[in-house]
Structure formats: C-alpha cells, structure tokens
C-alpha cells in the first residue's frame, strides 16, 4: 500500500523523509536539552504500585510504539495473515516488551544501578542525543541528494 503511494508520488515519499529526518533532530534536542538539566533534578520516591502505574501508562499511550509495531507488521506479516500467526505476533510482542520492561524495573531497583546511572546520565543523554541527530541529518542529507537528483 504504502510502496505503491510512493512510486505514484515519489515526492510525498522526499516530503516523509524530511518531516522524519526534522523529527529525530528534535527530538535529539530534547535528549541533549534534558540531560544537561538531569544533574539538577530531584529524586522522587514512588510506591510500586504508583511506579508501576505511572511505567504502564507511559508505554501504553505512546503513539510510537504502535506506529513502530504496525510498520513491523504491515512489512513482516503476509497480505493476508491467517489468525493463528496475528495472535502469535501479538503474544511474542506482548512477551518481548513485558521481559524487557521487568528486566528493567529489576534492575533499576538496585541502588548500586541507580548510582551507576546517575552518574552517567548527562553522558548517556547526550549520546543518545547525538546518535538520534546524526541519523536525522543522515535522513535529510539523503532526502536533499534525491531532490538533487531530480
């Protein structure tokens, strides 16, 4: 669907990649912005169910993960899946994000990986800041080569 859109219109497909490559570098930004106010910010103890709550929604409504999860299987699944493989997809995801997330939670529940990470953050955020802008610039560059192509 999507590949037939944007051999109809190659255009529309420059215009995506350069709102993309606009998006990652804000969102560089954001990540350099906040890790340069990280060393100033307070520790807020929560109760586990509140933690628990406040990481479920959080995940739950970020509009990235099913924009992310929908192009994994709009690419990977058949044009017509049978029912069986759309619940084994979904479990799998399902099982992945719920291991990942405990995963997480356990380990950060460690005051030694607490320490560790809040030592690091400033360093941790401006990587991530850096690497998700160099694949913005990445993507514009690619998008203003294709326009120079034309």
């Given at each position: 669907?999507?590949?037939?859109?944007?051999?109809?219109?190659?255009?529309?497909?420059?215009?995506?990649?350069v709102?993309?490559?606009?998006?990652?570098?804000?969102?560089?930004?954001?990540?350099?912005?906040?890790s340069?106010a990280?060393?100033?910010?307070?520790h807020?103890?929560?109760?586990?169910?509140?933690?628990?709550?406040?990481?479920?929604?959080?995940?739950?409504?970020?509009?990235?993960?099913?924009?992310?999860?929908?192009?994994?299987?709009?690419?990977?699944?058949?044009p017509?899946?049978?029912?069986?493989?759309?619940?084994?997809?979904?479990?799998?995801?399902?099982?992945?994000?719920?291991?990942w997330?405990?995963?997480?939670?356990l380990a950060?529940?460690?005051?030694?990986v607490?320490?560790?990470?809040?030592?690091k953050?400033?360093?941790?955020?401006?990587?991530?800041?850096?690497?998700?802008?160099?694949?913005?610039?990445?993507?514009?560059?690619?998008?203003?080569?294709?326009?120079?192509?034309?």
């Open positions: 669907g999507v590949n037939a859109i944007f051999a109809a219109h190659p255009y529309l497909r420059i215009a995506v990649q709102a993309g490559g606009f998006y990652l570098l804000s969102v560089a930004l954001r990540l350099w912005r906040s340069a990280a060393g100033s910010s307070q807020v103890q929560l109760s586990p169910s509140a933690a628990f709550r406040l990481g479920f929604l959080t995940n739950i409504m970020n509009p990235k993960s099913a924009l992310f999860f929908g192009s994994v299987f709009a690419t990977a699944l058949p017509e899946p049978p029912p069986l493989l759309l619940l084994l997809a979904v479990g799998l995801v399902v099982v992945n994000a719920f291991v997330h405990m995963f997480l939670a950060f529940s460690h005051h030694r607490q320490a560790q990470y809040a030592r953050r400033v360093a941790i955020g401006r990587t991530a800041g850096a690497v998700v802008g160099a694949f913005g610039v990445r993507l514009l560059y690619a998008a203003a080569g294709e326009i120079r192509a034309r």
